[in-house]
């Protein structure tokens, strides 16, 4: 396949325990041969203002946005929260999404994944992920998708992925993401 694919990950939680960021640990751990990733915390990311936008971006913003571009790919791990999106996630995106023209998000092929005690595995809050996408011009993989439901009986009190279908299940997930990635990246 020639080199290796470079992935930013980033989850949608910022409690320490978060399901979503030890799905991101474990993606970690699991990793296809011929594909990197690396975690980027997103909790010191401040809320949208495009007046501090034209001041320039912060920090933080800046060393996001810098991340994302530095990345063949995007793996987001996403929890639901009242039926969608936590806003630290849509802000997070929104920021990346500046300016329109040259975006970092822009025609950046994206992977989206979580995981959520309900039954439903954050199906809602991927959904809305995916419309945001839309407009910033990613490419979000439309297959297979992984809805981690019941996620406090699939991770040990430390945060370890225990649930073995799951884990595989994951295996399985990641080498589609290296194969869809390479589709958008000259390797």
């Known amino acids: 396949m020639g080199d290796e694919v470079r992935v930013l990950a980033f989850a949608g939680s910022l409690r320490a325990g978060s399901y979503n960021r030890a799905l991101l640990r474990a993606a970690q751990e699991l990793t296809p041969e011929g594909m990197r990733i690396e975690i980027f915390d997103i909790g010191e990311v401040p809320l949208y ?6 001041a320039g ?8 946005k810098q991340a994302i571009a530095a990345a063949d790919g ?19 995106i929104d920021w990346a999404s500046r300016p329109p023209q040259g975006a970092p998000l822009g ?7 979580g995981a959520s005690p309900g039954q439903t595995g ?9 419309q945001a996408f839309e407009f910033t011009n990613s490419y979000c993989m439309p297959q297979p998708e992984i809805l981690v439901f019941r996620a406090h009986e699939k991770f040990d ?6 649930d073995a279908a799951t884990r595989e299940y994951l295996a399985g997930y990641l080498a589609a993401l290296r194969d ?6 000259s390797r």
């Open 49 to 54: 203002n495009s007046d501090v936008e034209a």
């Open 57 to 64: 971006d912060p920090p933080a913003v800046a060393a996001f």
């Open 74 to 92: 995007l793996l987001i791990a996403t929890p639901e929260y009242n039926h969608g999106v936590p806003g630290v996630m849509k802000n997070a």
């Open 107 to 113: 025609r950046k092929p994206v992977g989206i994944i």
């Open 122 to 130: 954050s199906a809602r809050g991927q959904s809305q992920l995916r």
């Open 157 to 162: 009190a430390d945060g370890n992925l225990t």
């Open 180 to 185: 869809w990635i390479s589709v958008f990246t």
